[in-house]
Every structure is written in C-alpha cells, then in structure tokens.
C-alpha cells in the first residue's frame, strides 16, 4: 500500500476556475500535511502546510485535512496560467525526520 | 529569505565513478535530508541526518551511498560507484528540529546523469 496517493491527473481546468486536489494517506500516525508545487525541471516549492481537522486559508489557496478519513485537499480559486504545475502532496510521520511524498497531480489551468 | 543551496546543478559521470553531491543548508536548520527524483517519476526519500550521524534511511540508501558534514556548513552525499539507474535529479531539503511541523525547504537539486 502506497504512503501517500494522489491522482496523476493531468487536471485541467479554465482560467479563474477552481481546482481541487485530492490525497489520502495510509498512516493514522501522521500529523503534519504540506502541499508542495513543482514546476518541470524544477525543486518542490512549499505551498501550504496544515496539521488540524478543518481548513486553512492563505490567499487563493485552501487546504483542507480530514484526519478520520485520512484525507487532505487543495483548493485553489481564481486558478491562474502560472498556476500549472505538478501538485505533491507530502505527510510526515509522527517520527517527524522522513517526509513521504505523493506522486503528484499534474495541474493545467488553459487561458 | 534563507535557503538552501546545491551544487552542481548539473554533473555528468561515466558508470563506476564515484560522485560527490554538495548542499548547504539553510544556516539554524539542524536536519538535513537527501531525496531523489528520477525523470517523471516521484521525490522519492534517501536519508534523514541529525546531530552528526543518520536519522533515518531508505532501502534505496544501500552501500553505495554516504552523507558527511564535513563542516560547519555543507552537508554531502557520496555515490561511490555510479549505475545507470542512478541517474535522477537529487534534492537537498533541511528543516528546523524540534517540532514536527516543520516544513522542508528543498534546494534546487543537482541533475546526475550517469553513462
């Protein structure tokens, strides 16, 4: 069983749409959630990170975490050209030094 | 703002060399991680280090494969004898200890190919 799971997409939407972006993971341990964007040929830029049930805002993007479930979202509004990207969803164990990555969701937002 | 940086960006080697990898890490960051990403494929972990000594380590961090802080500030990763399939691009990260939710901070990854 996979870590972390995301859809590979890719996902497009319109400009000015909403994109939503899915993960789930597999250990009840986990406790910390980031949503890390990465450009082709390029190092994972943090975008978000979230450690309680609920949702957290900054800007145009939402997360949102769903610990029973063992689900975390990504919402992005008024989705932008530059928004295109692979989306990687990571999660870190409760020993907190090995971060898990998913494979990431190809995100193409068409002007 | 602090960040991480690697270099190479680039470095090409023939199978069965040996290759060093070089990062320094944000300066009050006190964990330090080595990740992998072959081509179209996902950031895959390699090695946590702390305190002078590993943390945490892969399947894929077989014998082949060392970290070192030589110093005060760079943090190392050694291949000893290069394959093919070692070609990938490499990231550094860090992060603050202490807490667990500290995100990691990548650096913008040195591209190995080896032929």
């Known amino acids: 069983q996979k870590e972390v799971e995301q859809n590979s997409g890719p996902l497009s939407v319109p400009e000015g749409a909403i994109a939503s972006l899915n993960c789930t993971y597999s250990d009840r341990v986990s406790q910390s959630f980031f949503w890390y964007r990465q450009y082709s040929g390029k190092s994972p830029e943090l975008i978000m990170s979230i450690y309680s049930n609920g949702d957290k805002e900054d800007g145009r993007f939402t997360a949102q975490l769903n610990k029973a479930s063992q689900y975390v979202s990504l919402l992005i509004r008024d989705s932008q050209p530059s928004d295109s990207a692979t989306y990687l969803c990571a999660v870190n164990r409760i020993n907190f030094n090995k971060f898990y990555f998913g494979s990431g969701t190809k995100l193409n937002v068409k002007p | 703002e602090p960040e991480v940086t690697q270099t190479p960006s680039h470095q090409v080697t023939q199978m069965g060399q040996e290759v060093i990898l070089r990062c320094v890490p944000i300066?009050?960051?006190?964990?330090f991680y080595w990740y992998r990403q072959i081509l179209g494929q996902k950031v895959e972990f390699l090695v946590s280090?702390?305190?002078?000594?590993?943390?945490?380590k892969s399947e894929i961090f077989d014998d082949q494969f060392s970290v070192e802080r030589p110093d005060g500030s760079n943090f190392t990763l050694k291949i000893r004898s290069t394959k093919l399939e070692d070609s990938a691009m490499y990231f550094c990260a860090s992060n603050r200890a202490g807490t667990a939710n500290s995100p990691l901070h990548f650096g913008n990854g040195t591209r190995l190919t080896v032929t």
């Open positions: 300066s009050n960051h006190l964990y």
């Open positions: 280090f702390y305190n002078n000594e590993i943390s945490e």
